[in-house]
């Protein structure tokens, strides 16, 4: 089955514990790209990958780190997690950045920072 | 630049009765639109999508888009809702040249009575 899987998809920690939410795509798809959800705000746009060892900021990377080693994979990483980052996060990847080729979002992981 | 606007935060609806969810978009280029929804504790799936064919969009579950350009609108419909359409709908625009990035509305919740 095609899909999109975050990990873990619940956490609270505290201030500065280093974290780490990992994705993985098993559709073969050079796109991927973390989002974070909230209230009244929709969905905004932390970091993209266009394909391997390619990565760029989107809207809010502000905290936040991104790796892509590998295609299938596109972890975030919060070096120093702070209470405002405090949110719903979702991954999601497609076969490129075309209009035909919309995204596929996994189920989100809420993280709490304490 | 792009944007959206979600008219609505909340819709209710009565079982059976037409839905109505607002969305006007604003793009320097000739964009693309989506309608997503997302179900408690899921991720974002992909209602229908306008890529310059048709201006009339037909999506999964029987909803349905119109896209006006002279409005710039793209607000979604449903004849008839079924209590399974509670969830929360986010009106989506982007264009090929934003690299893949999706700007996201700021989402509506649809909440179906019996």
């Known amino acids: 089955e095609a899909q999109v899987t975050q990990n873990p998809r619940y956490l609270i920690t505290v201030t500065g514990k280093k974290l780490t939410v990992t994705c993985s795509q098993n559709m073969n798809h050079e796109y991927m790209s973390w989002y974070r959800q909230d209230p009244g705000l929709g969905l905004r746009q932390i970091y993209y990958s266009m394909n391997v060892e390619v990565t760029d900021k989107g809207d809010v990377p502000e905290g936040y780190k991104v790796s892509r080693k590998e295609k299938r994979n596109f972890p975030l990483i919060l070096e120093s997690p702070s209470p405002n980052q405090t949110s719903l996060y979702f991954c999601?990847?497609?076969?490129?950045?075309?209009?035909?080729?919309?995204?596929?979002f996994g189920d989100g992981t809420r993280l709490s920072i304490l | 630049a792009q944007s959206v606007t979600q008219l609505d935060s909340h819709v209710s609806v009565s079982e059976g009765t037409p839905v109505l969810l607002r969305c006007n978009y604003s793009s320097s280029y000739s964009p693309s639109l989506f309608w997503y929804v997302q179900h408690p504790n899921k991720g974002l799936q992909l209602l229908l999508k306008?890529?310059?064919?048709?201006?009339l969009v037909k999506g999964i579950n029987g909803f349905e888009a119109e896209f006006k350009k002279s409005e710039t609108s793209f607000h979604l419909t449903k004849p008839s809702a079924h209590m399974s359409d509670a969830a929360e709908y986010f009106c989506?625009?982007?264009?090929?040249?934003?690299?893949?990035?999706?700007?996201f509305g700021q989402g509506t919740e649809l909440s179906v009575k019996p």
């Open positions: 306008y890529t310059s064919a048709a201006t």
């Open positions: 999601a990847s497609s076969p490129g950045t075309g209009d035909n080729q919309p995204q596929h």
């Open positions: 989506v625009v982007t264009h090929y040249n934003q690299g893949g990035k999706l700007i």
